[in-house]
């Protein structure tokens, strides 16, 4: 099994930065595509950005050329870089990944994700 731990939340002011980090452990033979999503109140989850194990980015429009996602694949950990956050921004937010795992002597491949950590932006 995997676990994702979230951190790097908190509250900050319109046009403020927030590093969010999240990582893996575990039982984990190989990590493909991390990724952010996010949630606003009474919203539907929505992507925010990917990454994959070769480092190929996606990004939300909403997000692109304020957000950065990256990885540090020796400690399975992958981060979002927030600039010029917005009020809209507000959300909790949470990091999933697809990785080779066991359950007893059976090998696969499952979804994890964390728990979530809260970002709110104020204006």
């Known amino acids: 099994q995997v676990q994702l731990v979230e951190s790097g939340g908190g509250l900050v002011q319109a046009g403020g930065s927030l590093k969010l980090s999240c990582a893996a452990s575990g039982i984990i033979f190989s990590i493909n595509a991390m990724g952010w999503y996010r949630q606003a109140p009474g919203k539907q989850r929505e992507l925010v950005a990917t990454?994959?194990?070769?480092?190929?980015?996606n990004y939300a429009d909403s997000v692109k050329g304020r957000f950065t996602i990256s990885r540090d694949n020796a400690k399975n950990t992958v981060y979002l870089q927030m600039n010029s956050l917005k009020p809209e921004d507000t959300a909790v937010y949470y990091c999933?990944?697809?990785?080779?795992?066991?359950?007893?002597?059976?090998?696969?491949?499952?979804?994890?994700w964390g728990q979530g950590t809260q970002v709110t932006v104020s204006s």
């Open positions: 999933n990944t697809d990785a080779l795992t066991a359950y007893g002597s059976s090998r696969y491949t499952g979804r994890f």
């Open positions: 990454i994959t194990s070769g480092g190929s980015t």
